[in-house]
């Protein structure tokens, strides 16, 4: 589930000029037999002209002006629900070389050990080796759905056949689908482990344990996308434990587990819901089936409001007995899916669930969430109180606004370890961080972070969720993590 789109603005000339060595470095012979940590990124320009320095876990002489920070946490946005307005500007096509962001090419022969080379069947339990190492570079391809009406000439065109043959197509889809696996391996172990009584703080650590370990964490060459959501009941999104929260999963308990995982700035974005009480499964199954509706439903030239109206039809059409009372299931229409490019979790389509709106037709090339989210309240979401989800602007690096020196020293914490992808409060601890929530507080008021709060519905209601990543490749639309669980 991401956080709202904020606007994007072109790069400094000097940065750009390093992103494209970057590129022509990533073309090179010798970077394509390179390891995936080797490969160069944005941030990695950024870094090349010093624009930020590395982070120091220790505080200065401003950490007196932290010492208040444990009274209340930094305050919430005016109007994160917004994050999923629609927005009408089209995308532009993609280059076909190679993104600077991209992992090199996996050499086989240089994995060796028990388990390697056997796919998804050579994993441990818990989760523990690289999918690089089960997969030998060779990730498995996603469902494939071929488009329809005007657009089926693309499965047969030898055109499109080669487009995706190009180094910018091999390059996407090698990152997208390793992301994708770790998801699947991840959340298989999740589903499986996942009971009544574990505390929230303890299932996001072990999904999020279970995502550095297979996608081989490196900073932000690869690793955790976004938060790990586990929204509970009425909360539907962007609510995940900070340090000290003693939450107990129950018996009763709609739990939404929304995950990422990147490569290279590639993000997989996809989610379940998790129930224990078979009062639920009509719930579960709108959504599902809806979530269902909006991957059939997308393609190239397929406008986004006529997926919204189509998801809309299918949740609609069931009911949930909850406690005597039958409810019908309603989409959270303030709630939508998103496309994605690299390193931005929206960038800048929404894809509605509820009809009207958005007249934009998505077009070749375009990464997308389709996600959807039924509930039994009203179908609207409102801010919660404290917050745990933040990210920095995609386009304010430097923060040139930012006076406060112990804000400006977590500006780059915050650049070096999470660069433009969300984060939360549990990592800046995890990294060291500590008396940072007057420095991030600073930080959100002079526009550099944004804070999401937990989105929530009516009290006693109860909400799910389902998404799936897709990518609308030359020749077909392939969901990249369709796995046999949903």
């Known amino acids: 589930m991401p956080p709202k789109r904020r606007p994007a603005g072109k790069p400094p000339a000097a940065v750009a000029a390093a992103i494209a060595a970057a590129k022509d470095r990533a073309a090179s012979p010798a970077a394509a037999t390179a390891a995936p940590a080797a490969e160069p990124t944005v941030e990695d320009a950024v870094a090349d002209l010093k624009i930020a320095d590395a982070p120091t876990a220790s505080g200065d002489a401003s950490d007196a002006e932290d010492d208040a920070d444990d009274e209340s946490s930094a305050p919430g946005a005016s109007a994160a629900a917004a994050k999923k307005k629609k927005n009408k500007k089209k995308k532009k096509k993609p280059s076909t070389a190679a993104p600077a962001g991209a992992s090199a090419a996996v050499d086989p022969a240089s994995f060796e050990g028990p388990g390697v080379g056997e796919g998804a069947a050579g994993q441990t339990s818990p989760?523990?080796?690289?999918?690089?190492r089960l997969f030998r570079g060779l990730y498995p391809e996603g469902v494939l759905h071929d488009y329809?009406?005007?657009?089926?000439?693309?499965?047969?065109?030898?055109?499109?056949?080669?487009l995706e043959k190009t180094p910018f197509w091999e390059a996407e889809l090698r990152d997208a689908r390793r992301?994708?696996?770790?998801?699947?391996q991840v959340r298989n172990y999740a589903q499986r482990t996942i009971k009544p009584g574990m505390s929230m703080t303890e299932i996001c650590e072990l999904i999020e344990n279970g995502t550095r370990n297979l996608v081989e964490a490196q900073g932000i060459e690869a690793g955790i996308a976004f938060p790990t959501g586990c929204s509970l009941n009425a909360c539907a999104a962007h609510w995940t434990p900070n340090a000290g929260d003693k939450t107990i999963l129950q018996q009763s308990d709609v739990c939404k587990i929304d995950f990422g995982v990147h490569v290279g700035?590639?993000?997989?974005?996809?989610?379940?819901?998790?129930?224990?009480?078979?009062?639920?499964?009509?719930?579960?199954?709108a959504v599902k089936d809806s979530t269902n509706?909006?991957?059939?439903e997308a393609g190239i030239d397929v406008r986004l409001s006529d997926i919204g109206a189509a998801v809309q039809e299918v949740m609609e059409s069931y009911e949930v007995e909850i406690g005597g009372k039958t409810y019908q299931v309603k989409p959270i229409r303030n709630l939508s899916g998103h496309s994605i490019e690299r390193y931005k979790i929206h960038?800048?389509?929404?894809?509605?669930?509820?009809?009207?709106?958005?007249?934009?037709?998505?077009v070749e090339g375009e990464f997308y969430a389709i996600e959807t989210f039924g509930s039994t309240g009203r179908g609207y979401v409102m801010e919660g109180d404290e917050v745990s989800h933040y990210m920095r602007a995609f386009d304010n690096y430097q923060g040139a606004n930012v006076r406060l020196p112990r804000a400006r020293q977590l500006l780059?914490?915050?650049?070096?370890?999470?660069?433009?992808?969300?984060?939360?409060?549990?990592?800046?601890?995890?990294?060291?961080?500590?008396?940072?929530?007057?420095?991030?507080k600073n930080l959100v008021e002079t526009g550099v972070v944004t804070p999401y709060p937990p989105l929530i519905d009516s009290p006693g209601s109860y909400t799910a969720q389902y998404e799936h990543t897709l990518v609308l490749r030359p020749t077909v639309k392939e969901v990249l993590t369709r796995g046999d669980d949903y």
């Open 412 to 440: 780059q914490t915050i650049n070096t370890n999470f660069g433009s992808l969300a984060f939360c409060r549990r990592y800046l601890d995890r990294i060291g961080e500590s008396k940072y929530l007057m420095a991030l």
């Open 265 to 285: 700035g590639r993000i997989i974005d996809s989610a379940f819901t998790v129930t224990f009480d078979p009062v639920y499964d009509n719930l579960l199954a």
């Open 127 to 132: 989760p523990t080796i690289p999918v690089s």
């Open 347 to 362: 960038a800048g389509n929404s894809v509605p669930i509820v009809k009207g709106g958005d007249q934009t037709k998505m």
């Open 148 to 162: 329809q009406d005007d657009n089926l000439w693309r499965t047969t065109s030898e055109e499109k056949k080669a």
């Open 293 to 296: 509706t909006g991957i059939r």
């Open 179 to 184: 992301g994708a696996e770790v998801h699947r």
